[in-house]
Nanobody, 112 residues
């Protein structure tokens, strides 16, 4: 059974930083692409970033240059470093992998 557990969310002021983590179990982590998505209140879930099995990275235009996705295969964990946060980054952040497996989400709130 594949499990994804996100952590690291919280309340941060505009311009601040947070690092999200997603610990994965139940599959051979290193073989699969990992993605982050987010969902703001009243909005559809939207794509944020990908790190592939061979360490290529891709970003949504809205976060390019501010967010960094990475992975540690030894820890079966994917990270999302979020810098220069804006109020519009407020959302529940989810990690996702093969087989349409999702975590439970972690809340990020950017507010003064």
């Amino acid at each position: 059974q594949v499990q994804l557990v996100e952590s690291g969310g919280g309340l941060v002021q505009p311009g601040g930083s947070l690092r999200l983590s997603c610990a994965v179990s139940g599959l051979i982590f290193s073989l699969y692409d990992m993605r982050w998505y987010r969902q703001a209140p009243g909005e559809p879930r939207e794509y944020v970033a990908t790190v592939t099995s061979d360490l290529l990275t891709y970003y949504a235009d809205s976060v390019e240059g501010r967010f960094t996705i990475s992975r540690d295969n030894a820890k079966s964990t994917v990270y999302l470093q979020m810098d220069s946060l804006k109020s519009e980054d407020t959302a529940v952040y989810y990690c996702h992998t093969v087989g349409d497996n999702w975590g439970q989400g972690t809340q990020v709130t950017v507010s003064s």
